[in-house]
């Protein structure tokens, strides 16, 4: 009964995660790799997405905080975050780093820095969100999570 | 009881009549995979494995080009017993870029033959256009899809017979 239940939640968790936008196709896509022999490839590349992730964010972050912008690099790093979020299926983050790079393109420092915030923030919770749900993943056990309904 | 792997292998070899020389279920299908991201690199190597390809993963096209003894330096290993059947590379990366890598194995006599297909996030067309023209074999939007590596795989080993 524990593990119909946890299963239960899991679905819940993960449905909830697609209706409120934060994840899109791609991330069943991941989902369709996983097999018995690699039963944690998901977590495994949300886990490198995060440890890419923080180091971009510090890069961008220093890369703000210079009297000049340089919206080149500014924009290079922007390049490689929205594509590691999009390789992922991170809607949202996706979605605020092409705005961040259009403000690069035009030159706008407040802009970018303005959507800096924006995209930490929404980053921040979708880890927090993720982590949430292969906690109870995990819970749950090894169990159908190859087999999601499409 | 046979993988997927496996199944896909036999009715390719079936459907294809894949000849004696070429590709053939015993052989494996190499490709070699250039990307700077690492999230990228860990998904297109499990793309790749799932589609029965053997898979080598470079974080770079220098790294591509000493893979495949393009750096100019010599290789005591003689790379002729290299078999690559397909080179999938990221476009923006730095460094070399894979247009520039794309460049350098056409321009090889070892290697030009071997398909490239390029991978980009970026649909612009005049890059797009840049690509073809210099021989890549296609030019794919991320993020890559399983359908995506399916029918390439598809069309490169169909085209064999050649």
Known sequence: ?150 | MATAGEILRRSLTDEVGVSKGSVSGSEEFHVLAVDDSFVDRKVIERLLKISSCKVTVVESGSRALQYLGLDGEKSSVGFNDLKINLIMTDYSMPGMTGYELLKKIKESSAFREIPVVIMSSENILTRIDRCLEEGAEEYIIKPVKLSDVKRIKDVIMGGDGK
């Open chain 1, 1 to 150: 009964m524990e593990r119909t239940r946890l299963r239960r939640q899991v679905a819940l968790t993960r449905q909830s995660l697609f209706d409120q936008g934060f994840l899109d196709e791609q991330f069943i896509q991941l989902e369709d790799l996983q097999d018995d022999a690699n039963p944690n490839f998901v977590e495994e590349v949300v886990t490198l997405y995060y440890r890419d992730s923080a180091r971009l964010i510090t890069n961008i972050e220093k890369a703000l905080e210079k009297n000049s912008l340089d919206f080149n690099k500014l924009d290079g790093f922007m390049h490689q975050f929205k594509g590691s979020s999009s390789s992922i299926g991170a809607k949202k983050v996706k979605a605020e780093c092409t705005l961040f790079r259009e403000y690069c393109r035009a030159g706008n420092g407040e802009g970018c820095t303005r959507t800096f915030q924006q995209i930490k923030k929404e980053y921040a919770t979708l880890k927090r969100k993720l982590e949430a749900y292969f906690q109870v993943v995990r819970q749950a056990g090894p169990a159908e999570t190859a087999c999601w309904p499409k």
